[in-house]
């Protein structure tokens, strides 16, 4: 197990902004989780991708399967919460909360982080993936983009996370892509990328992670 920490970090060009931490798919850090933090840093956001597999990566399925099943939980854990800690204190980000997004395997652990860590995550968006745990002593906001067709993550996965955060009070946005499937935001899995819903996808997300996670650049509200 090679969880030491390592990631992928990128600002925007004015050299600051508020946090974002990016958890990638069962595929690892791949260079499209990469190109995630670049498009965030491009919007104005400090983007950090804890690479929760250690350096390794899968192309196929089967392979994802057995790397993750390969992986300990618990290193994982710590490395999620500290990632958040440590985009936190970054110098060029404010001394606020933050904002997680996450893919399939890593939405899950984004939802996860945001009950772990309720003072440091104010925002949290998940791609296709769910977390059944008690949402009671959660801080943030969240939207979830799912696919119509989904093998991993089926409509009762859906309507229970949401019934969960609901009932915990917390600003909930959830929305459906037609005829599309898990990983239809992810460019590098022709088979199942739909570019309109990805873009779409990316619209709102931007525009959440702007009303939700503070810039430091004013002290309202």
């Known amino acids: 197990m090679a969880n030491a920490g390592t990631g992928y970090l990128v600002a925007p060009s004015s050299g600051r902004g508020p ?3 990016v958890l990638h798919s069962w595929w690892g ?3 499209f989780f990469r190109s ?4 965030l840093a491009d919007e104005g ?5 804890p690479d929760l597999h250690g350096g390794r990566t899968a192309d196929l399925p089967d392979e994802a399967e057995r790397l993750l099943a390969e992986i300990d939980p618990n290193p994982t854990a710590a490395l999620v919460l500290s990632s958040t800690a440590t985009l936190r204190s970054l110098p060029v ?5 933050i904002g997680v997004l996450g893919f399939s395997m890593g939405a899950s652990w984004a939802l996860w982080a ?7 995550v104010s925002a949290v968006v998940a791609f296709y993936g769910a977390q059944d745990v008690d949402f009671e002593c959660a801080d943030a906001a969240y939207l979830g983009h799912f696919a119509e067709h989904d093998e991993f993550v089926d409509d009762n ?5 949401e019934a969960n955060l609901r009932l915990c009070r917390r600003p909930v946005e959830f929305h459906r892509y037609p005829g599309t499937g898990h990983w239809f935001f992810e460019s590098d899995r022709p088979p199942a990328h739909d570019a309109a819903a990805a873009e779409l996808a990316w619209d709102r997300t931007i525009d959440f992670l702007r009303r939700h996670v ?3 650049e004013s002290s309202t509200g």
């Not at 956001?45 to 991708?49: E, T």
């Not at 980000?93 to 909360?97: E, I, L, R």
């Not at 945001?114 to 440091?120: D, F, G, K, L």
């Open 36 to 39: 995630v933090c670049d498009r």
């Open 29 to 31: 850090l791949t260079p």
């Open 114 to 120: 945001s009950v772990r860590a309720a003072e440091t």
């Open 93 to 97: 980000t404010p001394d606020g909360p």
């Open 214 to 216: 503070p810039s430091g």
């Open 19 to 21: 946090g974002v931490l």
């Open 45 to 49: 956001f400090v983007a950090l991708a």
């Open 157 to 161: 996965d859906i309507a229970l996370l």
